[in-house]
């Protein structure tokens, strides 16, 4: 097997991935994700013990358990390019034999659950509603360099939200991959479900406008199938624009090396996210 040079895999002196600080005894295989550095205490606070803390910039990493449940809380700061550097540095620390710069012949997946915040654009969302998200639709364009995209992309929802919404050929090319069953299934029962997507930026970069309403279809007549959260409810209400950046920050695809972010069943509502937060489709 191939070693990985030391520039494309930047280790720190004691051996720790570059920006975790992290060694791969520190992780633990279930993991919360947090946008805000302060909200990772918000969530250690209810852990029993915590055996390790670490912080390099924006990323802070708590680590410890609940009863006998080990779990890692650990902040991305803002932005979509942190959470791509995150979730890479989490992959290699249990997918990469760090002594010998390796992939390890047997993949490890992890449980990765992300909490942040939104806003909406549909009238009938709540404010401080829970909201578990089944798919994320990303508008920063990272998916595109990776090559295993085939895995992952939802092709039939992506080229329906790039058509049902005109997306301009000049921005980056959006994606939409769905979640882990098992996950929502485990986590997201009784919440509000639909999709989330994110930004590449919080002032620029607004949710799109809402596409014309399409002709009645004649026949089994062609044309991408309409946006909606599935299964298990009607197509969701017209949207309306809410203020650039809605109530908070925190926002971003949800994912891990493992498998992708949760995702799933349930009806309701689909989400539209922001850079740091949620517009409501």
Do not use: C
């Amino acid at each position: 097997m191939s070693r990985i040079g030391e520039s494309e895999l930047i280790l720190n002196p004691d051996g720790s991935v570059y920006h975790l600080k992290l060694k791969p005894d520190e992780l633990a295989r279930d993991i919360i994700v947090v946008g805000d550095p302060g909200r990772v205490a918000s969530v250690s606070k209810y852990f029993d013990r915590i055996e390790v803390t670490r912080q390099n910039r924006e990323i802070v990493t708590h680590t410890g358990f609940v009863g006998n449940k080990r779990l890692t809380v650990l902040s991305t700061g803002m932005g979509t390019d942190n959470i791509d550097i995150v979730l890479n540095e989490l992959d290699a620390l249990v997918n990469i034999d760090l002594e010998k710069r390796e992939i390890k012949p047997d993949h490890t997946s992890l449980n990765i659950i992300r909490l942040g915040t939104s806003g909406a654009l549909q009238a009938g969302i709540p404010v401080d509603s829970v909201v578990a998200s089944t798919h994320g639709i990303g508008l920063d364009g990272m998916l595109y360099y990776y090559n295993d995209l085939a895995g992952v992309l939802d092709r039939e929802l992506t080229e329906a939200f790039i058509a049902q919404t005109a997306w301009p050929a000049v921005f980056p090319r959006p994606y939409v991959v769905a979640g882990s069953p098992e996950l929502l299934d485990h986590i997201g029962k009784g919440y509000l479900q639909g999709m989330t997507a994110t930004a590449p930026g919080f002032y620029g970069p607004p949710p799109p406008p809402p596409p014309p309403a399409p002709p009645p279809r004649r026949g089994g007549g062609g044309g991408p199938p309409p946006l909606r959260a599935r299964p298990g409810g009607g197509a969701p209400p017209p949207p309306r624009r809410a203020p650039r950046g809605g109530p908070g920050g925190g926002g971003g695809p949800r994912g891990s090396p493992g498998g992708g972010p949760p995702g799933g069943g349930g009806g309701g509502p689909g989400f539209f996210l922001a850079p740091r937060g949620a517009f409501i489709l």
